[in-house]
């Protein structure tokens, strides 16, 4: 491939993981909003962000599979296509239910784009070294989403929050104009899974499902135990399943690599610091200290520049020191962002929640552009888009548990400044736990390809 049509697909794959990541920081900021419009309970809010997560999450391996049979080409315009439909019906909503029946719709959409768009840098950047300063570019596409995702959020709730939802057909028609210059992407065609696509669905929907109601209604009521019970057999169906057909979305092999069983653990735990820490402080300067929408957005954009840092530095640190050093550093420094805002929260000043943010997504955007290239070299490249799919998966999950979590321990308006130092307590040890198992990255992991 050129040169030139190279950085073409980089530039259309990180502007694909930026309206990704930007669908998620920019509702956040909105949600007060919207509830007073709609009326909507903590438990309705928490799914406006996790009626997108848990699709995008529940059809990510589905999707990654889609990207390796039709090509991940054709398969990133069918992404961009629904997201920009999905859009409309958001921004056009007339009640709480609608907008998160199209947010669902919208994760769908993302869920298709994500692993297209990791393939697509694989086939336009071979090398490991190239690719590994691609993937910190593309890193960029969401670290900028951060940047201005807070502030454009709040800048646009400010005149209507209808606008958050409008914002992306812009981008989506330049995305489809980009994706006519990308070279075609080589199909392998072979039946889609659909047993162990409704098992997933099953599993997460489940899961998360009676998370969320359970902190609303009672972890005890019928609902939710047959939620948690739906969850559980979906798990064990979607395990199953994979371990008998032919062509399984998850193929348990690909988890051997001990690179990539670290890499699915780092993952999970930096969306659960990241995401589910924005989701808590979006709410805590909003509703408990009363800053204006584009006041709480601008809280987070010195941590959002930080990230854009992080994410341009995080390629040539991983070719320097291997992906250990960086991945390991980055999870400690979110887990002193954490210790930051947890011993700030009782003072009610956003000035903690600006110093803990700048550690957090510092440290996150160092970490995660070297595990992707640990994901990616751990399988040979025509499993390329089912590995980007599995890894994002469990990143998605860890997002929307997170909040799902996070909500139950925030409900209680009275207890809040209690429920969010718990949630970052919880936060912190986990990403502790994955800082330590990142500490058993083999050096050469990002550089030699396994089956």
């Known amino acids: 491939m050129t040169t030139t049509r190279a950085r073409r697909t980089l530039l259309l794959a990180s502007l694909g993981f930026f309206l990704i990541t930007l669908d998620i920081l920019i509702v956040n900021v909105a949600l007060t909003r919207i509830g007073r419009e709609f009326g909507g309970s903590t438990s309705g809010l928490q799914w406006v962000i996790d009626a997108y997560t848990l699709l995008f999450a529940s059809l990510l391996l589905f999707a990654g599979n889609l990207s390796d049979r039709i090509g991940a080409k054709r398969a990133f315009g069918v992404g961009i296509a629904g997201f920009l439909v999905a859009s409309v019906a958001c921004a056009v909503a007339p009640s709480l239910g609608v907008l998160i029946a199209a947010r669902a719709v919208q994760g769908a959409a993302a869920a298709v784009m994500l692993p297209a768009s990791m393939a697509l840098i694989r086939e336009a950047y071979p090398g490991a070294q190239e690719r590994a300063r691609a993937l910190g570019i593309w890193a960029v596409g969401g670290a900028v ?15 209507d929050w209808r606008l958050v939802f409008a914002i992306n057909l812009p981008v989506c028609a330049v995305m489809l104009l980009l994706l006519r210059a990308v070279a075609p992407s080589e199909a392998r065609p072979a039946p889609l899974e659909w047993a162990g696509q409704v098992a997933a669905l099953l599993a997460l929907g489940g899961l998360v499902f009676g998370l969320i109601e359970g902190g609303a209604i009672g972890f005890g009521a019928p609902v939710v135990v047959v939620a948690f019970a739906v969850g559980a057999a ?3 169906a979607f395990l199953r399943v994979q371990s008998r057909v032919r062509h399984p979305m998850m193929p348990l092999p690909l988890l051997r690599p001990r690179g990539m069983r670290i890499a699915l653990v780092v993952g999970f735990a930096f969306m659960v610091g990241n995401f589910g820490t924005v989701f808590v402080n979006s709410l805590y300067l909003q509703q408990h200290l009363g800053l204006s929408p584009l006041l709480a957005g601008l809280v987070f954009l010195p941590s959002a520049a930080f990230a854009v840092a992080g994410n341009i530095v995080s390629g040539t640190l991983a070719n320097r020191f291997g992906a250990r050093v960086p991945v390991v550093s980055g999870l400690l420094t979110m887990v002193v962002g954490l210790v930051v805002l947890i011993a700030t929260a009782p003072l009610g000043a956003p000035w903690g929640v600006l110093v803990g943010s700048i550690f957090t997504g510092a440290g996150g955007s160092v970490a995660m552009p070297p595990v992707t290239s640990v994901v990616l070299a751990s399988v040979p490249a025509e499993r390329s888009g089912t590995a980007s799919a599995v890894f994002n998966t469990f990143r998605q999950v860890g997002g929307a548990v997170a909040i799902a979590v996070f909500g139950v321990l925030i409900a209680d308006r009275t207890h809040f400044v ?13 990403i502790l736990a994955a800082a330590i198992g990142a500490g058993f990255i083999r050096p050469a992991a990002d550089a030699t390809p396994r089956a």
């Open 145 to 159: 989403a951060g940047a201005v995702g807070p502030v454009l959020g709040g800048a646009l709730t400010t005149l």
């Open 234 to 236: 979906g798990v064990a």
């Open 418 to 430: 209690s429920g969010m130092q718990t949630s970052f307590v919880v936060a912190g040890a986990v």
